[in-house]
């Protein structure tokens, strides 16, 4: 089992930055690829990044690259999310989910979840 717990969120006028963490406890945290999801209201879950158990490769949404940044420190148990140049679509509730293989888009092949944490960008 992997206990993860998200923190950072707010709310921020366009064109801001934010920095979401996720804290991992359980069985050890450098053997899972990490990703960030994020669910707008009325939407389905939407992929924004992922990346693998060493940190060397990450993949990223269209919609998001360029801007945000995903990284992972193991020795913390940590896996951040540094969201600059924050526009209102990306309003949403922010998910980090954890998988013992890097590089899936799709929310069905991660095993584990934290609770969400919210992210309001306004205009």
């Known amino acids: 089992q992997v206990q993860l717990v998200e923190s950072g969120g707010g709310s921020v006028q366009a064109g801001g930055s934010l920095r979401l963490s996720c804290v991992a406890s359980g069985r050890a945290f450098s053997y899972y690829a990490m990703g960030w999801f994020r669910q707008a209201p009325g939407k389905e879950h939407e992929f924004v990044a992922t990346?693998?158990?060493?940190?060397?490769?990450?993949l990223y949404a269209d919609s998001v690259k360029g801007r945000f940044t995903i990284s992972r420190d193991n020795a913390k148990n940590t896996v951040a999310l540094q969201m600059n140049s924050l526009k209102p679509e990306d309003t949403a509730v922010y998910y980090c989910?954890?998988?013992?293989?890097?590089?899936?888009?799709?929310?069905?092949?991660?095993?584990?979840w934290g609770q969400g944490t919210q992210v309001t960008v306004s205009s």
């Open positions: 989910a954890a998988r013992p293989q890097w590089g899936s888009r799709l929310r069905d092949e991660y095993d584990y």
């Open positions: 990346i693998s158990w060493t940190g060397r490769n990450t």
